[in-house]
Each structure stands twice: as C-alpha cells, then as structure tokens.
C-alpha cells in the first residue's frame, strides 16, 4: 500500500488534534497520508509547514464559520460531497480511507465505496453512557460491523463497548492515543513543599464526580496542609452542577477546595500537583491527563472503569478505586499522604510504564504495521 487518506474533516486546535499533529509529522513510512479538510484550520496549515501532503475540499456552498462548520452537511450535502471526496481519492492515487469522526466515516464510506478503496475507521468514543445511549449506540455498533473494513480503537474499554462479534476481532487494532512530551517534571516547576497538592482535571459534568472528591475532602478540611485544585474545561461545563459544587463547598466550609475557571498551563499546573484524581462515576475511552501526569512521575488515584484501568497498574503506578465510593477515595488519598516513598515510587514506575507501552512511537509503530 502506497497511500492512505486521513479525513479529518473541521479541526479546532485542541488535544486531539496536537496529538494527530504530533503522530503525522513523524509519519516517514509507507503508506503516505494525504490528510482531507472541509476547510483551512491550524492544523492543516501546521502540517503544510512540514511538507505533508494536504488537501482541502470544501462541500458546495460551504462557507467558512457558518453553522455547517460544526460539521453537519445534511442528507443531500453528504451525498454531494462523498462524490467529490471519491474523485479526489481517484486523482490522488488514495488505496485506502482512513476516518476519525462520526461526519467523516459518513461521507468517507460512501466516498470509499463508490472509488471502490477500504475504509478504516477509528472509533475513539466508547457506545455507551456518557457518549452514546440507546439507538445511537445500538447504530454504532451495527455500524461498525458490517461498514468498514477495518477498525482502530483507542482501548480496550472502547473495544468491548463496541460489542463486535468474535469472527470480526481480526479486523481490529488497539491503537492508544500517544503522548509525545518529555518525561519527569519541567525543569524549575516543583510542588509546593508547604502544602500537600492534589489536582482534578475535567470537564464540569456530573458523571466526572468533582462531587465525590467534594465528599472526601471535607474529611481533610482540619489539616492545614492538604489542598485541592480542580480545574474545569469551560467549554464543556455544566452551569448548574458548578453552581451544586459551589454551594457543597460553601456549605461544608471546604476551604481547601479551588476550583478553577481557566488554566493557560495547564501542564505547569499539572507539574506543580503532588496527586492526580480521576474521579469519574461512568466509563471513559481513555485519559490523557491521566497518561500526562504520569509521565511527569505524579501518582495516580482513579475510578477501577474504562480506560483508565488500562494505564494504572493498581498499586504500582496508582490506586484504582470503585466509582463513586467516597470511603475508598478519602481512604486512598490518606494512604498517599501517609506513604511518601511509596508515592514518589509510583510516580517513577508511572513514568516507566508511559515510556514503555504508551508513547508516540508504539502507536505510530501499531498504525504502520496494521496498514502493512
């Protein structure tokens, strides 16, 4: 196989699309990616910068920042343009389509099938709660078992959502989002040695449990030297679960509770934490703050669900924990602050295990051999 296109329809500048950056531009094997738009976008102009092959095809009458820049095309328009993405992949000499979001294993199937090429699919959602419920969970995984020819995944948790049949395992390859940052804490950024710093990262919704780790820390509040930061993504957030968080810390006098608005570094803040919590309550794909912050050395306590429980090793590189059980968390964190070799300890298999099974090269490696 000689090339492959990435359709990556729209793409707003964020982790995903930093860590699709990171992974094409050390793309130096075959198949060749010629990587698809419906417009221009940081992403397309940064991979242009490295000489990767880029093409944008806006669907007629598309206009730059209308509501179809979300992504929706319509019925009609999907049809139109699937035709127009076939011609291209005809001219390009495409052998194989790779898709990455709902809108684009759309059009990207028909587009495939009508040049006659494969397609692969990535599916990095899992087909249940949070995500999907019902019907379209029930359409996705139909979907993925008689629509493409291939599927990628980004864990197991995404896989076993998925509910494939046994027969179709073959078509299938684990493909972990990568990390491609340095390992150990940045250089000049330590905790503060005067308090005990714990950190949450997520977005303000209910099934992320910022309300369980609320519970715990009011078990905390005497000791002067505990602290919790708990950043949200504004984007996403839930206005009146903040306002329930806020009167819970108001409530039970949590003064050592912060709860952030927005964080221009995260990464500093994230090498300035002495603990990592992932507290949700409903399965998730993956975490990449939790592979992040491992790879700075930070100890990890997390809900036993979803993709987490594929990074941590439990009681090696972190503590995993029944979701939602607020005894276990209070006792978890306790144990973190009472055992500090031991934290220092899963900090650094942490950061071994993220060298060893999660970087960016294994998951270029996993791509290329599964193309091959």
């Not at 095809?57 to 920042?65: A, N, S, T, V």
């Not at 328009?77 to 389509?97: H, N, P, T």
């Not at 930070?298 to 990074?311: D, L, M, Q």
Request: charged share 20%; aromatic share 10%; proline share 5%.
């Amino acid at each position: 196989m000689r090339r492959v296109a990435l359709l990556v329809h729209w793409a707003n500048w964020n982790g995903y699309e930093h860590g699709l950056y990171e992974l094409l531009i050390r793309w130096n094997r075959s198949p060749t990616p010629i990587v698809y738009f419906v417009e221009e976008s940081i992403l397309s102009h940064k991979l242009r910068q490295h000489n990767m092959v880029v093409r944008v095809l806006p669907p007629d009458e598309y206009q730059h920042g209308s509501k179809r820049r979300r992504g929706y095309l319509g019925f009609v328009g999907s049809l139109r343009y699937a035709k127009k993405l076939s011609q291209a992949f005809k001219l390009d000499g495409i052998e194989c389509v790779h898709a990455s979001n709902v809108y684009s294993m759309i059009y990207g199937s028909l587009a495939a099938k009508w040049a006659r090429l494969p397609i692969v699919w990535y599916v990095h959602r899992t087909s249940a709660t949070p995500y999907l419920t019902g019907f379209a969970a029930m359409v996705l995984r139909g979907c993925c078992r008689y629509i493409p020819d291939g599927v990628m995944v980004n864990s197991i948790a995404t896989l076993a959502s998925l509910k494939l049949a046994p027969k179709q395992g073959a078509k299938v390859q684990l493909v972990y989002p990568s990390y491609m940052g340095g390992y150990g804490r940045r250089e000049g950024i330590t905790p503060d040695p005067e308090y005990m710093t714990i950190l949450l990262v997520g977005r303000l919704t209910e099934w992320k449990g910022q309300h369980v780790l609320l519970a715990a820390a009011k078990a905390f509040v005497p000791d002067k030297k505990v602290r919790f930061w708990l950043v949200a993504n504004e984007q996403y957030e839930e206005k009146t679960y903040r306002e329930m968080l806020q009167q819970q810390i108001r409530s039970n006098g949590l003064w050592n509770i912060t709860l952030f608005d927005f964080v221009e570094n995260l990464e500093e803040m994230i090498h300035k934490a002495d603990l990592l919590l992932h507290t949700s309550v409903r399965a998730e794909p993956f975490s990449q703050v939790i592979v992040q912050a491992m790879a700075a050395g930070i100890p990890i306590i997390a809900s036993t669900i979803g993709g987490p429980k594929e990074i941590i090793l439990d009681g090696e590189t972190g503590l995993l924990i029944p979701p939602g059980d607020v005894g276990a968390l209070r006792r978890s964190i306790r144990w973190m602050i009472n055992h500090p070799e031991d934290r220092m300890e899963m900090g650094q298999k942490g950061m071994d295990r993220i060298k060893n099974h999660f970087s960016i090269e294994l998951s270029l490696q996993r791509i290329m051999d599964y193309y091959q």
